[in-house]
């Protein structure tokens, strides 16, 4: 039974405009239209990261550079090698968001070394696999979260879904809102990619400070 938090989430979710709507049912199929001219784009970010480990999180960063975008791999799950190598280069410069589908330990590194530099956890989704279902608890900006709905129909290709949600949605909201979504998988039964955690990393601006519990 929902609780009124809950209800809450989806009524500011459901504010949602038609056109949002069919957007959210482009990205489930992969076919969103291009923006008019003068539409507001996507905010950049510097690298999509996975985990080759797992397959969705490889499907998440496949669905990435099939839009242009740039990915990195972690070394067997530890982010010691993409941090020394790439990040603090990147980030002593400047802060540059991030995006990625990985373990909550990754993204514990990650975002630690990211407040450090600028940067917040701005959206942040939990998939657990349980059974033939993964169960989805979301936060962050309203546009997000609409274009992420069509979650409950894309079966074995959410983590794909999530990949194009991230690419195309734009962040920059002082929105906030969680929802939860469950998918009907199929497959083998769940073992150590039961627990995954999409998320995006970007450039800390003024009024907008908030932290994501667990």
Request: charged content about 20%; aromatic content about 10%; glycine content about 10%.
């Amino acid at each position: 039974m929902s609780n009124r938090r809950e209800f809450v989430a989806w009524g500011a979710l459901a504010i949602g405009t038609l056109a949002a709507a069919r957007e959210s049912a482009a990205f489930a199929q992969g076919t969103a239209p291009p923006r008019a001219a003068g539409a507001a784009a996507a905010d950049p970010l510097y690298a999509f990261v996975y985990d080759d480990r797992f397959p969705d999180s490889a499907a998440f960063a496949a669905q990435a550079r099939a839009r242009g975008q740039r990915t990195q791999s972690l070394d067997h799950g530890d982010v010691t090698r993409l941090w020394y190598d790439d990040l603090y280069h990147q980030w002593k410069k400047g802060p540059v968001g991030i995006a990625g589908l990985t373990t909550p330990g990754a993204l514990f590194v990650l975002e630690t070394f990211g407040n450090d530099a600028g940067l917040r956890l701005q959206f942040k989704a939990d998939h657990r696999r349980r059974g033939n279902q993964v169960e989805h608890r979301l936060f962050g900006p309203g546009p997000m979260l609409r274009a992420a709905l069509p979650l409950e129909t894309s079966g074995n290709q959410w983590s794909a879904h999530m990949g194009r949600v991230m690419c195309a949605a734009r962040r920059r909201s002082f929105e906030r809102s969680e929802v939860r979504l469950t998918t009907q998988v199929s497959g083998g039964p769940p073992g150590e990619n039961d627990y995954l955690v999409s998320w995006v990393l970007a450039p800390r601006s003024r009024g907008s400070m908030t932290t994501w519990g667990s």
